[in-house]
């Protein structure tokens, strides 16, 4: 089936800082999402791309859908606290069921004072 | 607007016991709904969706089974639990198939334990 990517694994970054992730595929994919999850809680929509190049920003988010159409990248921008958890990408491939998303296999945020 | 319940929160249960997990989502009709596993630390498999009453489609063969019995539950059962189906169980919806494309937004969870 299809796979995410998704890079770095982890980050353990100091409060302030700049974080920048993402995730590919080797296939084309209609929709890029971004989701939140923290311990033992249900992942959080952040932000949802529709169209290849798109934009979009929530708050101190920021996240694109790449040209090619194949990758993602999400920033986060001056680190807090709570941005502690994981970070997961997905997306609905070009080829699958409108039904269902694909995820990556998350980027855990650790964030240090 | 839309909410998702899930119970209970946590469970846990002796090898070979059933299992009873119900979700319910409120503000919108015909819902797509899924159940998902999520090992520890690791991502999400997707292991039922409905894209409708009594339509299940599973996606890993497994000692569970899904059920939609109205329009806005889904349950996830088993007849006898085994080691294997510990986990973190997640119900998510999105809206109906033909708004193609559309996020799936997620529960809090059932935290299940098995000994």
């Known amino acids: 089936g299809q796979q995410l990517n998704q890079s770095p694994q982890s980050m353990f970054i100091q409060e302030g800082e700049d974080v920048s992730m993402n995730c590919t595929s080797s296939?084309?994919?209609?929709?890029w999402l971004w989701y939140k999850q923290e311990p033992g809680e249900g992942p959080v929509l952040l932000i949802a791309?529709?169209?290849?190049?798109e934009l979009t920003s929530n708050g101190r988010l920021t996240a694109q859908f790449g040209i090619t159409r194949k990758d993602s990248f999400l920033n986060i921008s001056a680190s807090i606290p709570s941005d502690v958890g994981i970070y997961f990408c997905?997306?609905?491939?070009?080829?699958?069921?409108?039904?269902?998303?694909?995820f990556g296999t998350g980027t855990r945020l650790q964030v240090t004072l | 607007s839309q909410t998702i319940h899930q119970w209970p929160a946590t469970l846990v249960q002796p090898v070979g016991s059933p299992l009873s997990l119900e979700c319910t989502v409120e503000?919108?009709?015909?819902?797509?709904l899924y159940w998902y596993r999520q090992a520890a630390g690791r991502g999400l498999q997707l292991l039922f969706y409905s894209v409708g009453i009594g339509q299940i489609s599973s996606e890993v063969p497994q000692n569970l089974s899904a059920s939609r019995p109205q329009d806005r539950q889904f349950i996830l059962s088993s007849k006898k639990l085994l080691l294997s189906d510990s986990g973190f169980y997640l119900c998510?919806?999105?809206?109906?198939?033909?708004?193609?494309?559309?996020?799936?937004?997620f529960g809090d969870g059932t935290r299940l334990s098995i000994l």
């Open positions: 998510a919806w999105s809206v109906p198939d033909w708004y193609s494309n559309q996020p799936q937004h």
């Open positions: 296939s084309i994919f209609n929709t």
């Open positions: 791309l529709y169209k290849a190049g």
């Open positions: 503000g919108t009709s015909n819902p797509n």
């Open positions: 997905a997306g609905h491939p070009n080829t699958g069921t409108a039904s269902k998303l694909t």
